[in-house]
């Protein structure tokens, strides 16, 4: 019998992942070879995608960043290339005033934004649009633009690692790092476990809990080894680098909130209103130009939050996938979210914009 065993001991959890990255990877190309054929189906779409940072490989701002968060220049140039060959590049509030005023619009047709507002969306986005001519829209924060001022994910991941370099396993002795030993995870006992992966779940899973309970913990531990919370490049962008894109035309300004404030019914309607309006003023008067779209923190969106965007805005970006049509709900944009771990080639890419994987 032993001759016709399976043979188990060449099963190993390396080689199940590779498999499974083949699989994947068949998946995907023979997708990005065939959901294209379809899109002459898809008259008047438009696909939305969302990007955060742009960073090179090797950036120190990248040691404390979520997966999820970045792609490379050259990733993003690849990307804008590969999708002029299928699709019209638009500036969203552009193409969304044109949907509203019956106006013909394009076949097919894509628009790129950036959430949060980050200074490597000048540094890196800005000249490879410019170089590619095409559109974007970038949604700040309007308290925190030219402030040094970091998001609470970010500050969370450099405390971390600065804690655990200090203090090690001991650093969840120390009473403002505690309420980390509470969530249902694995925490790093080292610098060295604190991987991207490990940081993504523990900032996911913080997320439980309150924008305003987040901050203060985060404020505590800050406290609590001297950080000043001043980032060693100013991280996010300057009010005068948003006028020079704004000035481009080719670059709009959005909304994301004053504060990234995730937006609920819990908050009161005072703070609703601040968050959304309070953030247009602030972003007309200093950019000087209109910021007619908004952009959920999170993608947190209630009926009543909604309602309040939709008396201040033209349109508003949400977090759900897929494309976006004239008839759909312009206060719910669907976006295709592409990130460098997941989008780094032409076949990943039109997989992705496909939905179908
Ligand atoms: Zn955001």
Excluded at 118 to 144: G, H, Q
Excluded at 186 to 212: F, H
Excluded at 245 to 259: C, N
Excluded at 278 to 298: D, Q
């Amino acid at each position: 019998m032993a001759d016709f065993a399976p043979d188990h001991a060449g099963v190993t959890p390396m080689n199940l992942r590779t498999a499974k990255v083949a699989v994947k990877r068949i998946a995907e190309f023979a997708t990005a070879k065939t959901a294209p054929l379809l899109w002459h189906r898809r008259r008047g779409s438009l696909v939305v995608l969302m990007y955060h940072r742009v960073l090179p490989p090797g950036d120190p701002r990248l040691e404390v960043e979520q997966p999820g968060m970045y792609v490379h220049p050259a990733t993003l140039h690849l990307h804008l290339r590969t999708l002029k060959r299928h699709f019209q590049p638009v500036r969203l509030d552009h193409w969304i005033r044109a949907a509203r005023d019956n106006a013909p619009l394009p076949e097919r047709a894509f628009a790129i934004t950036f959430d949060d507002g980050w200074a490597d969306n000048f540094e890196y986005a800005y000249p490879l649009l410019v170089a590619e001519n095409v559109p974007a829209t970038i949604f700040v924060v309007s308290d925190l633009v030219g402030t040094g001022r970091l998001f609470w994910p970010e500050r969370l991941g450099t405390l971390l690692r600065q804690g655990l370099a200090q203090h090690a396993a001991k650093l969840y002795s120390l009473s403002e790092f505690a309420w980390l030993r509470t969530l249902d995870m694995p925490i790093p006992s080292s610098e060295r476990e604190l991987d991207p992966e490990l940081l993504d779940r523990i900032v996911n899973g913080a997320k439980r809990d309150d924008d305003a309970t987040l901050c203060a913990r985060v404020e505590a531990m800050a406290a609590r080894l001297g950080d000043s919370g001043s980032p060693r490049t100013a991280e996010l962008l300057s009010w005068d680098q948003i006028r020079e894109m704004a000035g481009s035309g080719l670059v709009s300004i959005g909304s994301h909130t004053r504060r990234h404030t995730r937006l609920s019914d819990a908050l009161t309607p005072e703070t609703l209103h601040d968050e959304i309006a309070g953030s247009r003023h602030i972003i007309e008067s200093n950019a000087g130009c209109e910021a007619p779209l908004f952009c959920y923190p999170n993608g947190d969106a209630t009926a009543n939050v909604r309602s309040i965007v939709s008396e201040h805005y033209q349109a508003a970006c949400s977090t759900l996938p897929g494309w976006h049509g004239v008839g759909a709900d312009h206060y719910m944009i669907r976006r295709i979210s592409v990130h460098q771990d997941i989008t780094c080639d032409e076949t990943s890419l039109l997989a992705r914009l496909s939905g179908w994987i």
